[in-house]
RNA sequence: CGGGGUGUAGCUCAGUUGGCUAGAGCGCUUGGUUUGGGACCAAGAGGCCGAAGGUUCAAGUCCUUUCACCCCGACCA
């Protein structure tokens, strides 16, 4: 991508009213851009990110057996009446009538709908278990929208529904599933603490919670700092100082940002839906469920609230929205060539060819936050000169070394 | 929804006790000089001062209403 021709710009001021860093560096670099209170589009850069983040995801969830599959946003409120939650949703479920006034509602959640499907599609023991995902924007009528990314009214998720016709079989998947969700957020470059916490109103089981440790984040835990042991604070009978129950290191309380939610409704839906299946000796049997959400657009802010520094974002390899930043200097016809090369072998590099002074693209690279930056200039002579966005050393290599840094 | 704050150019903001044709920096356009950390010169374009109503000879400025955004709280798959 050249970045002459690329639809965003940097802005040099920051958006003033943005204090976190994720919401200030994903406005300022370019990645975002504010509708309304929590809705945001978007952008080029932005919309890589998330895409780099959603094939992570993708790939775990489909080596733990998941099949991607895409559910309506528009739904009934018929199948929601059901289980009691277009009443106990009402607050935040966005809710309204067609013309014709008929009670539809925005998917802020799709247990209902999936469980609907199941029902009517899963009725022997042989098509159990089952487990399916969708990535798709969900709506959420919060009371207060903030921080850019991190808790919005429209936002990116992946959400996957797992069906049992055991309790045992269905706590293995759990488990199975939150060896996947610890895969995903490690290749995605976040170190998380898996977090017991209440099932608040949806469910009386107990459920986990994916946290990052971060400042701007706006659950309190009580966490190892060793392993990945911890409380949501609202449940937690440890305290900071008390040994961790795993290794016996001594706990910290801390703010963090919930990037992951997993729990079990057990026959809830069963009993709620009339979801059943036939066993191998006849018998009917309900349909377990368990629920798996990944918040992908506010793992994309805790991303940046946890690899920053004061010029802009730090992205880790996985998840940046190109793998290297190609930036020409002294108007030289070298870094045009360079840049189809790299091209031509595959490389995903964001080519500053702008006629504009070095100054401006050493700070825009710094803000974008690409992995690695490639200076060439005539300084460099037949060289190009590397530098990772997370250290201030560079050094000069040939053209070979970078093919061979990038496909890392 | 309670508390606090902010709406003036694309962005960040200034605008005095109400007073003439509403400003700056950045960005944008054109021309030129520059080129290793947000360069410089010159000439331009760009505003119903969030919206509606009111007070006044006169409103960006005062009053009322309303809309939007941010922060704290409450809330929170």
Redesign the pocket.
């Known amino acids: 991508m050249r970045q002459s021709k690329l639809f965003t ?12 860093a994720s ?1 200030k560096y994903l406005t ?1 670099g370019g990645f975002i851009d ?1 509708l ?4 945001y589009t978007y952008l080029p850069l932005g919309y890589r990110v998330l895409n780099k983040i959603a094939d992570i995801i993708r790939a775990e969830m489909n080596s733990a057996g998941g099949q991607e599959m895409l559910m309506p946003t528009l739904q009934p409120k018929n199948i929601w009446e059901e289980t009691g939650r277009w009443e106990t949703l009402k ?2 479920m966005y809710q309204f009538q067609d013309r014709s006034g008929k009670e539809t509602g925005l998917g ?4 209902e709908v999936i469980y609907d499907l199941i029902r009517r599609n899963v009725s022997s023991y042989k098509d159990l278990p089952l487990s399916l995902y969708q990535i798709q924007n ?1 709506f ?1 009528n ?7 990314l ?2 919005g009214r429209e936002f990116m ?1 992946k ?1 996957l ?1 797992s069906f049992h016709l055991s309790q045992e079989d269905l706590d293995g998947y759990y488990n199975q599933m939150i060896e996947a969700y610890k895969k995903v957020y490690q290749r995605c470059g976040l170190e998380v603490k898996v977090v017991e916490a ?6 009386k089981k107990y ?1 986990h919670e994916f946290q990052v440790i971060a400042e701007a984040g ?2 309190n835990i009580i966490y190892c700092p060793k392993c990945d042991f911890g409380q949501n604070s609202e449940i937690a009978k440890l305290k900071a100082g008390d040994a961790c129950p795993q290794d016996g290191e001594s706990l910290k309380a801390g703010k963090s940002i919930e990037v992951g ?1 997993i ?1 079990q ?1 057990g026959d809830k839906y069963a009993k709620d839906m009339n979801g059943y299946a036939t066993t191998k000796d006849g018998q009917k049997q309900p349909i377990l469920m368990a ?3 990944i ?1 992908i657009s506010r793992l994309a802010a805790a991303l940046v609230e946890v690899h920053h520094d004061e ?2 974002i730090i992205w880790p390899k996985s998840v940046a929205p190109f793998a290297a930043h190609l930036i020409s ?3 030289n016809e070298t870094a045009d060539e360079v840049y189809e090369i790299l091209i031509k072998k595959g490389a995903d590099v964001l080519y500053d060819d702008r ?13 974008i936050g690409l992995p690695y ?1 490639l ?6 002579g037949d060289k190009i ?1 590397v ?1 990772k966005r997370s250290s ?1 050393k ?1 050094e000069l290599v040939g053209l070979n070394e970078v093919l061979k840094l990038l496909s890392e």
């Open positions: 710009k940097t802005q040099k001021n920051p958006p003033q009213d943005a204090l976190s919401h300022q504010m309304m209170a929590g809705v607050e935040v802020a959640t799709h247990e969900k959420r919060e009371l207060r929208a903030k921080g850019g991190m808790r998720m959400d529904y209440s099932g608040g109103i949806f469910t459920s706006e659950d939610n729990f409704f629920s798996y959400g918040g010029k802009g200097l002294n108007k006629d504009i002074s070095a100054g401006e693209k050493f700070a825009d690279a710094d803000l930056r200076v060439v200039s005539s300084k460099s000169e530098k201030d560079s």
